[in-house]
């Protein structure tokens, strides 16, 4: 037992005695080639996180490629750039050419995206694709898709399949002069068009569930009430009265 109690100490003594002899090479070592710092945990940058000169190439790409491929003029390509920009074309290549498909053109798509400059970064398959064929399986024509989406391109960005539809109809009823039986919603934004109501306000009326839009009676007596408080029909503020 005592012999092996002083074997022990030996060999602690022996190891005690080799790391001494190693540390002034160790740290000679250590000193001609230090470790790499270790990367903070804290930091929020990361090495794929874009950088401002990256997003700056990636709005320059995108104005280039709104100037050349739909020739929208360098503002309105700038200020869609800041709401989104790329820096490949597969992706507004696949949107351009699904647009295409369906018969819009190049002024109209401009329209489009103009309105919603995410679609040329999203996947067309799921953003546009679904919605146009859902539009034509039920009824519309090439020409009504065309025409009615570049006049309210507002139709794309509606969610759920009843939405789209529904708003489709609503806005091909308004846009179309037709010698049918209107219900009062239809008639009512029919005769606010008549005032002077600027398009873009009647379409957002046609999906507005307000009694005053809705009904006959409280629709006229509140536009003769507003007229007559010195609304102008051709601003929003005439709308937000109405409503």
């Known amino acids: 037992m005592f012999s092996l109690i002083l074997n022990v100490r030996r060999s602690s003594r022996d190891l ?11 740290n000679l ?11 903070n945990p804290f930091s929020s940058a990361t090495a794929s996180d874009p950088t401002p000169e990256d997003e700056r190439k990636r709005k320059t790409f995108t104005v280039s ?16 750039s800041s709401k989104a ?7 507004p290549d696949s949107v351009l050419k699904l647009l295409r498909s369906y018969g819009f053109t190049d002024s109209q798509i401009s329209t489009i995206i103009a309105t919603y400059p995410r679609f040329l970064v999203e996947n067309p398959e799921k953003t546009l694709r679904a919605k146009l064929h859902f539009l034509k399986l039920n009824g519309a024509s090439s020409s009504e898709i065309t025409e009615i989406v570049s006049k309210v391109p507002k139709i794309l960005g509606r ?3 009843v939405s789209i539809t529904g708003y489709f109809d609503y ?5 179309q002069d037709q010698d049918v039986k209107q219900t009062n919603r239809t ?19 046609l999906i507005s569930k307000a009694k005053p839009v809705c009904g006959k009676e409280r629709f006229e007596e509140s536009v003769k009430k507003i007229i007559e408080m010195g609304f102008d ?3 929003k503020k005439f709308v937000n009265a109405l409503l």
Request: proline share 11%.
């Open 16 to 26: 005690h005695q080799w790391r001494n002899s190693i540390s002034p090479l160790s």
């Open 29 to 39: 070592l250590l000193l001609q080639n230090p470790p790499p710092p270790l990367a």
């Open 65 to 80: 490629y709104l100037v050349n491929s739909l020739g929208l003029t360098p503002k309105l390509a700038e200020s869609i």
């Open 85 to 91: 920009s790329f820096d490949e074309r597969r992706n």
């Open 159 to 161: 969610r759920g399949h």
């Open 171 to 175: 806005v091909k009823e308004i846009l």
């Open 187 to 205: 008639r009512n934004v029919s005769v606010l068009r008549e005032l002077g109501v600027p398009q873009k306000l009647l379409l957002n009326l």
């Open 233 to 235: 029909p051709t601003s």
